[in-house]
């Protein structure tokens, strides 16, 4: 199993550019999360989904979009992308939200520049 | 002031010292996990717990509930427990964490 994947690993934008970031999961799980990672602060939630076509925010959604149209996928946005979304973007997944089985799984990490 | 802090912010030991990580959080919780960072990013959780103490290995959780503390111990370290370690909070009734924000651990040889 691979586990949780994201793709891709590094990239640089310049301000006004759009991407999607991709998180897959292999382990048929239910809840997926995206959160964002900056020096000196933990991780904070951007959005999260507790199921396949559902979305919610998290503490920080303001200029992010996210879908999830198939289980296993968790896609995140930036339409117009500022220098202040400069971060390392990180995925996790769960098979539920309470304990005791929400232990969550993190992808690899996507490293985000914008000039 | 932060829901989870962490203290302390940074630690340096020499291998072979006991270390202690230290989580306290101000809100009611229903989980508490432990989780490292490596210093290539990835991120795996250690420990989910919800009273009393789990060990594995060479590393051991605490938990007391009454005082919102919890403390994550290494025994016997080594340079390659260098890593950042993060102490997450699950609230009660919410199906999110809330992280601290990390104790950056170096281990020297």
């Known amino acids: 199993n691979a586990g949780v994947t994201q793709t891709p690993k590094f990239r640089v934008l310049k301000t006004g550019q759009s991407m999607t970031l991709l998180c897959a999961q292999d382990m048929n799980h239910e809840y997926m999360y995206w959160y964002r990672q900056d020096p000196g602060m933990g991780l904070r939630l951007i959005h999260y989904?507790?199921?396949?076509?559902?979305?919610a925010k998290g503490e920080v959604p303001d200029g992010y979009n996210v879908s999830r149209l198939k289980k296993q996928n968790f896609l995140l946005g930036l339409e117009s992308a500022a220098p202040s979304q400069t971060s390392v973007y990180f995925c996790?997944?769960?098979?539920?939200?309470?304990?005791?089985?929400?232990?969550?799984?993190f992808g690899p990490g996507t490293r985000l520049t914008v000039l | 002031k932060n829901e989870v802090e962490q203290s302390p912010q940074n630690l340096t030991a020499q291998e072979g010292e006991f270390i202690t990580i230290n989580c306290s959080y101000s809100v009611g919780i229903s989980a508490l996990h432990w989780l490292q960072q490596h210093p290539g990013g990835g991120i795996v959780s250690l420990f989910m717990l919800s009273s009393g103490k789990k060990k594995h290995g060479r590393l051991i959780a605490t938990i007391n509930i009454q005082e919102k503390h919890s403390s994550l111990h290494i025994t016997a370290s080594h340079p390659r427990d260098s890593a950042v370690y993060i102490c997450a909070v699950q609230i009660q009734g919410a199906q999110k964490l809330v992280f601290g924000q990390g104790t950056r651990l170096t281990i020297n040889p």
């Open positions: 989904s507790v199921g396949e076509g559902t979305t």
């Open positions: 996790a997944s769960s098979n539920s939200g309470r304990a005791p089985n929400n232990e969550q799984f």
